[in-house]
């Protein structure tokens, strides 16, 4: 069943590459085309949300961060649920290198981003340090997807190696959203969050319970942690895991499995995109050389190609080097470096991070964030498919 989930899994990622890549496009071209007041005054288009006793004014971006991206967290909770569980996460000896892996390339990007943010005499004049987690994350459906374009004949573990490390990338990823960019939350609305965790892990105990139980109890957690001034991101993972794995009858799949099958399509199709075309825009008039090649996009970029590489295979090679953990099987030193280049693919994950560290009111570091996302996303992108590409075709003219 495991290798069923994970298969599916790699399929929708792989296939809504090509979608999140035409959203993200679309984005920078409206914005840089006659209609971009029009792009930009509805992804800030104040919206009110009633529901009850809860109210809320959010412009349409924030709705698309907080509210719809939340239900992704949901998803990649689920998935991280599943695989600690019941997956490759639940077998030390293969879970030790995705780990360790995931850690050295969040380091990486760290490290090179503060190296040029510093300021001087080492770092740029205008070095923004607090921008330092924005290229720390991978985006899954990116990375899944030019995996599959450059290399669908590659052995199926290295799939599964960069599938799990994505997710320990993305679990890391969580954590700091949560440390660094709370910055002030209210108590009461904080308990009556944990309260309806409580109850969601409750009901979890009732094999029969109906699915809309799961859909109230996730709203609420999701509305109280709104209004408590936390992201709505740990939500998501929170609430996912307190979904019970067993399922409601016998012979039937498991309720996370339910879960996760029936709401990754819509996150895959629908609320990624959403959120490439909401967050991706940025227009380039007005812009001079010190936006293109400011400290924080040069930071960014650097931090996603170079600090990614070395942080993940640096690691990897350690952690092979010292007997720690074995090579993925079938998977050659060349296919290992391609998968640490193609980890350097941030896109939404970065994003997101990137809006996090820096406000709205700030046009010129969100300018420049975009900026190192897309450079830092798409050069990885290249790189990692051209050596995949080159080590599939060695392979074939191996076996002939």
């Known amino acids: 069943m495991a290798k069923r989930i994970t298969l599916d899994f ?44 809860f109210t809320e004014t959010l412009p349409v971006l924030d709705w698309v961060k907080e509210g719809l991206m939340a239900i992704f967290f949901f998803v990649v909770g689920l998935e991280i649920k599943y695989e600690i569980v019941r997956g490759e996460l639940a077998n030390p000896r293969r879970l030790a290198l995705p780990v360790i892996a995931a850690l050295g390339g969040m380091l990486g990007p760290a490290l090179i981003y503060l190296a040029v943010n510093m300021g001087p005499p080492f770092g740029l004049e205008g070095g923004a340090p607090r921008g330092w987690p924005t290229p720390v994350a991978t ?10 374009v450059a290399g669908p004949k ?29 910055d002030h939350f209210r108590i009461m609305e904080l308990l009556g969050a944990l309260l309806a965790l409580t109850g969601m892990g409750l009901l979890g105990r009732w094999r029969k319970a109906p699915y809309l139980f799961y859909l109230v109890g996730f709203v609420i957690v999701w509305g109280f942690t709104l209004k408590s001034g936390i992201s709505t991101s740990l939500a998501g993972v929170a609430a996912a895991a307190t979904i019970p794995l067993n399922p409601r009858k016998p012979g039937r799949p498991g309720v996370l499995e339910d879960f996760m099958e ?24 007005g812009l001079g050389l010190s936006d293109l090649f400011g400290p924080i996009a040069l930071g960014v970029a650097a931090g996603l190609f170079i600090g990614k590489q070395l942080g993940v295979f640096g690691a990897t090679v350690l952690v092979i080097g010292l007997k720690l953990a074995r090579r993925p099987t079938g998977a050659k030193w060349i296919e290992l470096y391609g998968l640490s280049l193609l980890c350097g693919i941030g896109f939404t994950m970065s994003l997101f991070i990137g809006q996090l560290a820096f ?29 995949l590409a080159w080590s599939q075709a060695r392979r074939a003219r191996s076996d002939d």
Do not use: C
Not at 19 to 44: E, G, K, R, T, V
Not at 139 to 148: E, N
Not at 359 to 386: C, F, H, K, N, Y
């Open 10 to 53: 790699l399929k929708t990622e792989a296939a809504s590459g090509v979608i999140l890549a035409s959203a993200a496009l679309a984005a920078i071209a409206l914005a840089n085309s006659p209609w971009a007041d029009a792009y930009f005054a509805f992804i800030h288009a104040p919206f009110t949300v009633e529901l009850g006793a």
């Open 154 to 182: 590659l052995p199926p573990n290295l799939r599964v190696f960069l599938l799990t490390l994505a997710i320990v990338d993305d679990l890391g990823a969580v954590g700091l959203i949560g440390l660094l960019f709370t």
């Open 262 to 285: 029936g709401l990754h399509p819509y996150v895959a199709f629908l609320i990624l995109p959403l959120f490439a075309f909401s967050a991706a825009g940025f227009t380039i008039r």
């Open 139 to 148: 985006d899954i459906a990116f990375a899944i997807a030019a995996l599959a």
């Open 359 to 387: 406000p709205l009111s700030d046009a010129a570091a969100e300018a420049q964030v975009r900026i190192g996302v897309v450079a830092g996303s798409l050069a990885s992108t290249l790189a990692g498919m051209a050596v």
